[in-house]
């Protein structure tokens, strides 16, 4: 993602999304405001944008509607749903169909701006999960924390070739890319590089 995020506000009461545009703007994000569902697929069919504010009611194409679109054509843009009435049932539709953060009116700018940084914290990392055990996933993330907080550039180098050219299974190697040699001699090496912390 770029260094100034793009964000695209689909709301359609004008009040609400000139205060959310303008507000935004001054944090410096790059941002559009729309006013229905229909608009807004318009736009992201010719636009990318790294993160997309719905209401659930609109016109032209409801809140559901956008992020089903958002899915298959835009699946690296996120959204956060917005509602001005939500039942648990509602919320946890929306959270399992994919947006990443469900508020409700009257929308709290402050809670809204602090649901943006969180996702710009969020690592780049992105994969689904169902094809990964729970060791797996474990394994990614130390090995990531591992190479962020030691500050080894060594150690981040290896890591990155034996993630490019290492398939793991159960926190085992299952294939290779890379002579076996060399991944014996990386397995060697990795305690002893963790040593040096």
Known sequence: MSDRWRILVVEDEENLNWSIVNSLRKDGYVVQGVMSGAEAIRILWSEEYDVVISDLKLPGADGFELLQWLRAYRPSTRMIMVAAFGSDAIRTQALESGVVSYLEKPLDLH??????????????????????????????????LLAINSGMNRLLQMLRSLFHALFFRRCSIVQSMLPWRTVQNKRRLLPHLLEKR
């Open 111 to 144: 809670l809204l701006k602090e649901e943006l940084r969180r996702l710009l914290q969020q690592t780049g990392f992105s994969a689904n999960l169902d094809s990964f055990d729970l060791l797996d996933v474990i394994q990614i993330i130390t090995m990531g």
